[in-house]
C-alpha cells in the first residue's frame, strides 16, 4: 500500500475490520503506526476517564413505580368532579326553567281572566254606582213576552 489511511480505514480499524493489507501497512508505515497507536492511547484514555466518572456517579437507582405522578392524578379528579357537576346542575337548570315558565305562564293567566272580567261587564265598575240608582222599566220586549204568556 502506498499511501497513507484515509479516514474511513482508520473507522474500520477501530471497528475491528482490519484486512492483511491494512496491517501490513500499519506496522511497516511509521506515520500511519504512530497516528493509530495516538488514537487507541486516546481512546483508552477516554474509556478510563468515563468509567472513572461513571464510578464517582454511581447513586442508587430511582425506583420507579406504575402509579401515576400525583400531578396527573390531581388532574384527573379535578376533572371528574367538574364533569360531576356539570352533569348534576343540568337538570337542576332544567327544573328552574320550568317553574320560571310555569309563574310567567301563571301571571299571563291572570291577566286574562282580568281582562276577560272587565270586558264581560255590562257597565264599567267606576260607573255601577251610577246604575243602581237609575230604575229601568220594562222594555217592549218585555211586555210582548208578557202578553204572549197569557
Not at 5 to 12: A, L
Not at 34 to 58: I, K, N, P, V
Amino acid at each position: 500500500m502506498s499511501r497513507h489511511f484515509s479516514p474511513e480505514e482508520i473507522s474500520r480499524w477501530f471497528a475491528g475490520e482490519r484486512s492483511a493489507e491494512l496491517e501490513r501497512h500499519a506496522a511497516g508505515c511509521e506515520e500511519c503506526g504512530g497516528r493509530l497507536h495516538r488514537m487507541e492511547t486516546t481512546m483508552a484514555e477516554f474509556r478510563g476517564a468515563a468509567r472513572a466518572w461513571s464510578e464517582t456517579q454511581a447513586a442508587p437507582a430511582p425506583r420507579f413505580s406504575w402509579r401515576a405522578p400525583v400531578q396527573h392524578m390531581v388532574r384527573r379528579w379535578v376533572l371528574a368532579t367538574a364533569t360531576l357537576l356539570i352533569l348534576a346542575s343540568g337538570p337542576a337548570y332544567w327544573q328552574m326553567r320550568q317553574q320560571t315558565r310555569a309563574a310567567e305562564l301563571a301571571r299571563a293567566d291572570a291577566l286574562l281572566q282580568q281582562v276577560d272580567a272587565e270586558i264581560s261587564r255590562a257597565v264599567p265598575q267606576t260607573m255601577e254606582p251610577l246604575v243602581s240608582l237609575v230604575t229601568w222599566g220594562p222594555g217592549p220586549t218585555e211586555d210582548r213576552s208578557e202578553k204572549e204568556r197569557q
